[in-house]
């Protein structure tokens, strides 16, 4: 019996966690498989403090870098319903330097209070997902030292989410709406909540060491190959991002761009495809929908070229379906394809582009 209990509070391994991602997240076979990892070790951390013994794990906070679309959002969303914690998204943009007016650092976890219901010990173990890092770099990029104009939206932001991603008792107002009225206000720890940053860093290349951007026959090879190079902590610190900063990020994950085969799986493979999605949508209205791959691969291509990634994916399959959708109470009974032709001729009236067949 005891044997037992001790198996069911086992933290999940990394192979479990990395499974049940594989199920939702499409590609990014490296990056799911350090998060895994880093996941595992939170668990651990977070089962050791409950046990009341002295620990030397330190925080597995991770920082995912990727172009939109990659799957940054996704994975940390799916990781937070594996290990059954509070899942908060933050845009890094909204805070401002405390004392200046915009939110102060600890309303995100006043945002991540009010998705716990208001449960200091389950906010105490959730994960906050910090997106578009990237806009909160210095830009004051004379002074490396920080030195010069005050950077309220930058530098400032950084240095106030240290105490935040190292770990202190933090005082966070229980209404996300009056962050300003500190007088309703509830103590939290944040050494065990894990803080997952993503950013695109798209201009990078332009504040590595080595040089600008490449020119003359063969530029494009070139740049092909310095886009696929691993990102060092000396660039991302070249570009604006504090030491100390990444210091607490101490897993760094660096996400690909997806190719169409991968896209074309997002649309199918996960159990919430979007596909999935509208078939039983419509089977509602006694409708049988089917998605031809030919016409499924005309929406992929339509996003690679236009670099959306799978977050685009959504939004112009809405585009392709909406008359459908429109008269599907007026034609039950029926089987809709959605096949090339017709993915083409909606495509076409969403911008004068002509696609490639």
Known sequence: MESSARREEAPLTPREI????DRFV???EAAKRAVAIAAHNHLKRIQARRMRRQSLIKKSNILLI????SGKTHIARNLADILNVPFTTVDATEYTEAGYYGKDVEVMVSDLLFKSNHSVEDT????IFIDEVDKIARRTQGARNGAGSRDIGGEGVQQSLLKLLEGREVHVPMNVTQAWNKSDFVQVDTRD???ICAGT???LHDFGDEGGRAMGFGADALGAKKKEKRIS???LVDFGMMAEFLGRMPVMVQLERLGEPELLRVLTEPPDAITREFKELLSLDDIELDFPEAGLREVVRYSVARGLGARGLRSILEHVMSDIMFEAPERRHRQVAVDAEFVKARL????????NA
Do not use: A, N
């Open 18 to 21: 990395f499974e049940r991602l």
């Open 26 to 28: 499409i590609g990014q």
């Open 66 to 69: 990727g172009p939109t679309g």
């Open 124 to 127: 105490q173990r959730g994960i």
């Open 193 to 195: 909540i894990l803080f």
């Open 201 to 203: 860093f798209s201009d």
């Open 233 to 235: 902590t000396k660039q």
């Open 348 to 355: 076409s009236s969403l911008d004068d582009v002509e696609l």
